[in-house]
Each structure stands twice: as structure tokens, then as C-alpha cells.
Nanobody, 119 residues
Framework: QVQLVESGGALVQPGGSLRLACAAS????????MGWYRQAPGKQRELVAA???????NYADSVKGRFTISRDNAKNTMYLQMNSLKPEDTAVYYC?????????????WGRGTQVTVSS
């Protein structure tokens, strides 16, 4: 069973930075794609950023130019560098990994890490 563990969430002031990490219990090179999602109170979970095994990335419009997703296959870890944080970035951030086996895609989720942007 694949396990994903997020870390790095914290309380930060507007304009500040954080780096989230998602550590996997297996070789992340085997994942077709990985991504960061977030869910604010009373809102649906939304995609923040994603990265494929080939290194292609995509971002939500709301975070383009401020957030950067990356992965370190040697450390089996994915990162989300968040700069110029805004109060509206406050949410629980979740890590997700997609694994394809014989044309069946299985999604794995972490338990989340809280990011609070407030003065």
C-alpha cells in the first residue's frame, strides 16, 4: 500500500513563503503523475499544481507565478514552493499520486497539512 505524508504547513504572514513536502513510501518514479490539492473550509477540493513523470507541470490560475511544483525521485519526495502567499491560500493542502497498472488508474492521497496565511 502506497503511503503519502505531507509536511511543511504552518501559520505564515501575507507575502511570506512556505515549502511543502510530500514523502512517498515507494519509488515516485513509478507514478504517472503527482499533484497538490487544497481545500478551504466550506469549499470543494481543488487542484493547485501537478507534475507528470516526465516533468511536465500545470498550475491553477490563482497560483501561477507564485507556486512551483517539483519532484526529487532520489528522495521519493514532491515539493510545493509557495511564495507571495495570500490569505486566500489558506487551506488544508493534500498530496495525490496516480498509479496506472494495466490501464487501471489508482489514486493515493495523503492526510493533508494545514497552511494558514494571516497577519
Amino acid at each position: 500500500q502506497v503511503q503519502l505524508v505531507e509536511s511543511g504547513g504552518a501559520l505564515v504572514q501575507p507575502g511570506g513563503s512556505l515549502r511543502l513536502a510530500c514523502a512517498a513510501s515507494t519509488n515516485i518514479f513509478s507514478f504517472d503523475a503527482m499533484g497538490w490539492y487544497r481545500q478551504a473550509p466550506g469549499k470543494q477540493r481543488e487542484l493547485v499544481a501537478a507534475i507528470t513523470s516526465g516533468g511536465s507541470t500545470n498550475y491553477a490560475d490563482s497560483v501561477k507565478g507564485r507556486f512551483t511544483i517539483s519532484r526529487d525521485n532520489a528522495k521519493n519526495t514532491m515539493y510545493l514552493q509557495m511564495n507571495s502567499l495570500k490569505p486566500e491560500d489558506t487551506a488544508v493542502y493534500y498530496c495525490k499520486a496516480d498509479l496506472s497498472i494495466f490501464a487501471t488508474v489508482t489514486n493515493f492521497w495523503g492526510r493533508g497539512t494545514q497552511v494558514t496565511v494571516s497577519s
